[in-house]
C-alpha cells in the first residue's frame, strides 16, 4: 500500500530501498494522497513581472524604467557560468543528477523534523523554481500563501510539479528560469537586476567571488546583504563557503577559490530609478509623464486604470518614444537662457510633427520632481491662505499637455487660425476685406459694465493693442499685424459656431466644464464673440497640434508620444501608432498656412504681408516657416506658435498658480524661446518650401 501511495506520488517507478518508508508515508499522510491525485499534471508557467525601459525616438537613448519589481530575463547564453556553478554549489549538489527531487533528503528532512531537530527543507533548484513560479502564477493572495507557506501540502505539490518540470524542461532552462526569478534583496529580483544593482555588470560578465555571493543572498536576502552592518559579515562567510563548496565540487580550482576569496566585498548598491521623478535627465520628465498618462488612457492596456498601470510595471515592455532628443534639449536650452527655474512665471514649450501627431518634445522652466516643501507658498491668494504651495522651481503637474486640475491657459490671438479657417472654408477668400476702426462695435452680446462693453450698452466692443491700427485689412494684412477688429466682425460673417467647429475639430478640447457648456450646442457658441481672441484655455500641445494640422495639409493626427511598442515575447504592439483623419480641405489648410507665413516675418506666396508681430522667427530659423503671436487682455499670457514642415513648436508663458495675476508676460522672453528651438532643431536640415493650392 506505501508503495502504491508512492508511486501516486512520484507518477514514476521508485524503489523502495530509495528512501525510508516511514518517513515519506508520513509525509504523504499529511498532505492528502487523495488532494494530491487531484492536482494538475503540470504547473502553469506565468511570467515574472518585467521592467519597461522607455527610450527616444533613436531607439538607443534611455528616458526612464517603470516597474514594481527591477527584472529583466536573460537568456543562458547571457549568463555566466561562474554564476550557474556558484547556484548550484550553494542550493543543489546534485542538481545534474536527480529528476528534480531528492526523495533521500526529503525523508532525511522529515525525519529530522520529525525528531525535533532543526528544521531542513531538503529541496532541489527544481522544486525552489517550482515554488517561485507558482507564487508568481497566484491569481490570488491565498494561492500565493500557499504557494509558499511551509505545510506538508506544499511539499508534495512541489514534488510532483518538479517531476514534471524536468520532463518537460532540460537542465539549463530550468537554471535559467530560476536564475530570472530569483530575489537578490535591495529591490533585484532575477539575476540581470542582481548583477546590476550589485556591480554595474551584465550577468555573462560576473566573475567568481561575484558569482558566489549573489547566490548565497538568495537564501536569505536581508540576512547576507552586504550593503548593512550586520549582513556584511554573514554575506562573506556564506560567500567563502560557496567558494569552497565550488572547489569541492571541482568547478574551479583550489587557487581560484583562494584568489576569489580575497576579493573585498562590494558595500554599495547601484539601484536604478524607477519611474518619471527618475529619469536619466531631468528636463526629459514631463515627456515620460505625458508616456504614462498617455498610457493610462489606452483601452489596448486593460480595461481599467490599475490593470493598465500593472501592464505597464509588470510587462517588459520596450517603449521607443517620438521624443527627440535634440528637439527636447534644445528646447530646455533656450528656456534656460532666458528665465530661472525659481520663477514664479513659467514658459512651457510642446513640439510635434505635422502629417503624424508624433509630439518632438516638452519642456519648461521646472524640475520634474516632487514637491518636497522647498517650493514657495502658492502666488494664488485663494490658495496661498490655505498652504497651498507653488509649482515652482519643483512639481509634477502635467502644466505643458494639461490633466488632471490643469486646464490650460488663454492663449489669446493664436485662436485667430480657427477664424480663418472657417471663412475659407465658407466660400471667403485670403483677399477679403474689412475696414474697420481700433475698435469695433458687434452685434455680440456681453454683461453690462464689462470692461469690453461699448459704452451704455450690452454689446461687445473688442478694440486693438494700439489705437493707430485702423483701416482696411485681409486676411494676410490682418492675421499678419493681429487685428482685433478685423476677426470678430469675420466672425459675425460667418457664425462664431463655425469657428467653434473648426476648433474642435482641430484638437481644442475645453477641458473646464464652463467652457463646454459655452460651446457644447452650436447655438451655445453662436453668441461668443471674444472666442477668435483666445479667451478659452488651451495648452502648448493643443495649439501645436493645431498649427501641425495646416502643415499637414488638413489631416488632423491625434497627438501621440509613441514611435513604437514592442512586447516582452518581441511582438509589435498597434497602440500609439499616428491616428489621422481630414478636418479641413487641403486647399483650404494651405491658403491658411499662406496667411499664417506673415505674424512671423517670413513671406506669403499668394498675397502680401504688409507686418507682422514676430519678424524675429523667420530671420533666426532661415526656413519656410509660419506661425502666430498671442497675448491675453492685460498680458497675463504670452504666446507664439511657429511651424515649418518637419515641426511645430508652440510656448506659452503663464503663471500656472493663479490665471488672475498682475504680471505683465513679455513676449521678449517666451518668443525667442519657441523661434530659436525650432532653429536649433532645424539646423542642417534641407530647405521644403510649402505646397501652394492646387499643387
Known amino acids: 500500500m506505501l508503495l502504491l501511495t508512492c508511486g501516486l506520488l512520484t507518477g514514476v517507478v521508485v524503489s523502495a530501498a530509495s528512501f525510508p518508508a516511514v518517513a515519506l508515508g508520513g509525509l504523504v499522510a499529511k498532505a492528502g494522497s487523495e488532494g494530491f491525485a487531484a492536482l494538475p499534471s503540470t504547473i502553469e508557467q506565468q511570467s515574472a513581472p518585467q521592467v519597461t525601459r522607455v527610450f527616444a525616438s533613436d531607439g538607443k537613448t534611455q528616458i526612464a524604467v517603470l516597474y514594481d519589481e527591477f527584472r529583466s530575463d536573460v537568456p543562458n547564453s547571457q549568463i555566466s557560468k561562474n554564476m550557474q556553478d556558484a547556484i548550484v554549489a550553494a542550493e543543489d549538489h546534485k542538481f545534474y543528477e536527480h529528476n528534480g527531487v531528492d526523495f533521500k533528503g526529503i525523508a532525511r528532512a522529515v ?31 491565498q494561492e500565493a500563501i500557499d504557494a509558499t507557506k511551509d505545510s506538508p501540502e506544499r511539499k508534495v505539490s512541489e514534488i510532483k510539479y518538479a517531476l514534471q518540470v524536468e520532463k518537460d524542461l532540460d537542465k539549463k532552462e530550468i537554471l535559467t528560469r530560476y536564475l530570472n526569478l530569483a530575489p537578490f534583496g535591495n529591490g533585484a529580483y532575477g539575476i540581470y537586476a542582481g548583477s546590476q544593482v550589485y556591480f554595474k555588470k551584465k550577468p555573462k560578465d560576473l566573475t567568481i567571488a561575484e558569482s558566489a555571493l549573489l547566490a548565497g543572498m538568495v537564501k536569505a536576502p536581508t540576512a547576507f546583504d552586504p550593503t548593512t552592518k550586520t549582513g556584511y559579515p554573514q554575506a562573506l562567510d556564506r560567500r567563502n563557503y560557496i567558494i569552497d563548496n565550488m572547489v569541492a565540487l571541482k568547478q574551479i580550482t583550489k ?121 514657495p507658498k502658492s502666488s494664488n491668494p485663494q490658495t496661498r491662505k490655505y498652504g497651498a504651495r507653488a509649482t515652482y522651481p519643483n512639481t509634477t503637474n502635467p502644466i505643458i499637455t494639461g490633466g488632471g486640475d490643469i486646464n490650460g491657459y488663454q492663449a489669446g490671438s493664436v485662436f485667430k487660425m480657427f477664424t480663418m479657417v472657417a471663412a475659407l472654408e465658407n466660400g ?24 469690453a462693453a461699448c459704452p451704455g450698452t450690452t454689446d461687445y466692443c473688442p478694440s486693438n493693442a494700439s489705437p493707430n491700427e485702423k483701416g482696411t485689412f485681409n486676411m494676410w494684412t490682418g492675421f499678419g499685424k493681429s487685428v482685433n477688429t478685423y476677426f470678430v466682425p469675420l466672425q459675425e460673417q460667418i457664425g462664431a459656431e463655425k469657428v467653434v467647429d473648426v476648433a474642435k475639430r482641430f484638437g481644442m478640447t475645453f477641458r473646464s466644464q464652463a467652457e463646454h457648456d459655452l460651446v457644447a450646442t452650436p447655438e451655445a457658441a453662436h453668441n461668443f464673440g471674444a472666442f477668435t481672441l483666445g479667451v478659452t484655455t488651451s495648452t502648448p500641445l493643443d495649439i501645436a497640434n493645431a498649427y501641425a494640422t495646416l502643415a499637414g495639409d488638413g ?28 478636418v479641413t480641405d487641403k486647399d483650404v489648410a494651405r491658403k491658411a ?103
Not at 518614444?321 to 514664479?344: L, Y
Not at 491675453?632 to 508663458?653: E, F, H, I, P, Q
Not at 532645424?682 to 505646397?691: A, I, L, T
Open 111 to 141: 525525519v529530522n523534523n520529525h525528531q525535533g531537530g532543526s528544521q531542513q527543507g531538503a529541496s532541489t533548484l527544481t522544486m525552489q523554481y517550482v515554488r517561485m513560479a507558482q507564487a508568481y502564477g497566484a491569481k490570488t493572495p
Open 255 to 375: 587557487e581560484q577559490g583562494d584568489a576569489a576569496k580575497k576579493v573585498k566585498l562590494a558595500r554599495t548598491t547601484n539601484r536604478p530609478g524607477n519611474g518619471c521623478t527618475s529619469v536619466a535627465n531631468n528636463s526629459w520628465g514631463f515627456f515620460c509623464d505625458y508616456v504614462y498618462r498617455w498610457w493610462m488612457q489606452q483601452k489596448a492596456f486593460g480595461n481599467n486604470a490599475y490593470e493598465r498601470e500593472r501592464q505597464l510595471k509588470t510587462g517588459g515592455y520596450t517603449i521607443v518614444t517620438s521624443m527627440d532628443v535634440k528637439a527636447q534639449n534644445a528646447a530646455r536650452k533656450e528656456i534656460t537662457k532666458k528665465i530661472k527655474d525659481k520663477d514664479k512665471n513659467a514658459v512651457l514649450i510642446a513640439g510635434i510633427e505635422p502629417g503624424t501627431g508624433q509630439v518632438k518634445a516638452l519642456a519648461a522652466n521646472r524640475k520634474f520632481k516632487l514637491d518636497d516643501g522647498k517650493n
Open 428 to 451: 471667403l477668400e485670403l483677399s477679403h476685406n474689412i475696414t474697420s476702426g481700433s475698435t469695433y462695435h458687434s452685434n455680440y452680446p456681453i454683461a453690462a459694465g464689462a470692461p
Open 555 to 582: 489631416m488632423f493626427c491625434a497627438p501621440t508620444p509613441i514611435k513604437q511598442i514592442t512586447a516582452a515575447n518581441g511582438s509589435k504592439v498597434k497602440a500609439g501608432q499616428p491616428l489621422c483623419k481630414r
Open 593 to 695: 498656412l499662406d496667411a499664417a507665413r506673415c505674424p512671423v516675418g517670413d513671406h506669403a506666396q499668394l498675397g502680401n504681408c504688409a507686418g507682422s508681430t514676430e519678424p524675429n522667427a523667420y530671420g533666426t530659423i532661415k526656413h519656410p516657416i509660419f506661425g502666430k503671436t498671442g497675448t491675453t487682455d492685460a498680458d497675463k499670457t504670452a504666446s507664439l506658435v511657429v511651424g515649418s514642415r518637419n515641426m511645430v513648436v508652440a510656448g506659452y508663458m503663464v503663471n500656472p498658480d493663479w490665471a488672475n495675476h498682475t504680471d505683465h508676460m513679455p513676449h521678449g522672453i517666451v518668443n525667442p524661446v519657441v523661434y530659436r528651438t525650432l532653429a536649433d532643431y532645424m539646423k542642417g536640415q534641407d530647405k521644403e518650401e510649402f505646397p501652394k493650392p492646387g499643387e
